[in-house]
Structures are given as structure tokens and as C-alpha cells.
């Protein structure tokens, strides 16, 4: 089960962990991390800011660098590798994509998958709804999540707080 939190009332972001219970031998192991936020300003900017993963170290602090391996535009199959503070190197590679709504994409390593998926909704009043998850599942995402739980929490936080600031910004 994931727990979901909305964004309190000023848009900030909240953290909700949902984490399903470990199992052993073939039973999940899945563990989710999620965060929203309440972004004044329409769905088409929080996109273009976004989905320009390329540029996501000039206005996060928590990823310092992303290298496109092939094609820069965000596409299915299109792969980066991402440094982050704290962690390895990572290759994350677009396992999903719907325009302007939202995009997944996977880091594999032995024993642990991180699907990391970033949504964007439409409120009433035209602002946008965003949505952060990262999700760790395979046979080492109990010890993943342990060891990285509260890192990939803060991370999130960090991402939706940040972005928020630079789409509201511009």
C-alpha cells in the first residue's frame, strides 16, 4: 500500500513513505517514496523545466551533473547517467513518457531496480499538481530502502521544493 499526502495548503511539498511489507522467497519487496507539490504555474511550464533533465543540476541541489548517452531530448529508450551527492553514478534510461503529464524512468543494479516517476496534473485554478515517486523493488530493495530511505526522501523533497522555486520564478 502507498500512502499519499496532498501538498499542505501553501503548496509546499509533504513526504509521504509508503512501504509494503517485506516479503521473502518470490513475495514483494517493494518499497515507494513519495512527495507532492502545488507549483504555481501552468502544466506546460512545469514541463518545459522538467522534462529538461539536462539542466536539472542548475536548479537542484541534489544532482550535480547529467549526461545524456545519446539523443538529449526527452524520449522512450533515452538513457543518462546522473550524479548525485551521497551515491554512485547512475544510468537512468526513460521507460515511460506521456508529454506535458509524465515520464519514468529506471536505474538498474544488481539486485535492486529504483523507478523513479515524475507526474503532472491540472488543478481548478490552472496550477499544477506534481508528483515525485521513486520506488525500489527486486530482490536488495529492503537493504536499499533501508540504507537510502531517508536519503531518497530528503532527495525528493529537495526536487519538488526546487523545481517549485524555479517554475514560479520564471
Do not use: N
Request: aromatic share 6%.
Amino acid at each position: 500500500m502507498t500512502l499519499h499526502m496532498p501538498a499542505r495548503e501553501d503548496g509546499a511539498p509533504r513526504m509521504a513513505q509508503g512501504l509494503l511489507p517485506g516479503r521473502e522467497a518470490g513475495r514483494d519487496t517493494r518499497r515507494t517514496y513519495r512527495t507532492t507539490a502545488i507549483v504555481a504555474a501552468t502544466p506546460q511550464q512545469v514541463w518545459a523545466v522538467l522534462s529538461d533533465v539536462v539542466r536539472w543540476p542548475e536548479w537542484t541541489t541534489h544532482v550535480t551533473s547529467v549526461e545524456p548517452l545519446g539523443p538529449s531530448p526527452l524520449a522512450m529508450g533515452a538513457r543518462y547517467r546522473i550524479d548525485q551527492p551521497r551515491l554512485r553514478p547512475a544510468v537512468w534510461t526513460v521507460v515511460g513518457l506521456e508529454p506535458l503529464r509524465s515520464f519514468s524512468w529506471e536505474a538498474l543494479s544488481p539486485g535492486v531496480r529504483a523507478l523513479g516517476v515524475h507526474s503532472l496534473a491540472t488543478e481548478p485554478d490552472g496550477s499544477t499538481c506534481l508528483e515525485l515517486q521513486i520506488q525500489f523493488s527486486g530482490p536488495l530493495s529492503v537493504l536499499a530502502s533501508t540504507l537510502y530511505g531517508r536519503l531518497t526522501t530528503d532527495y525528493l523533497l529537495r526536487e519538488a521544493a526546487a523545481l517549485k522555486r524555479r517554475c514560479e520564478a520564471t
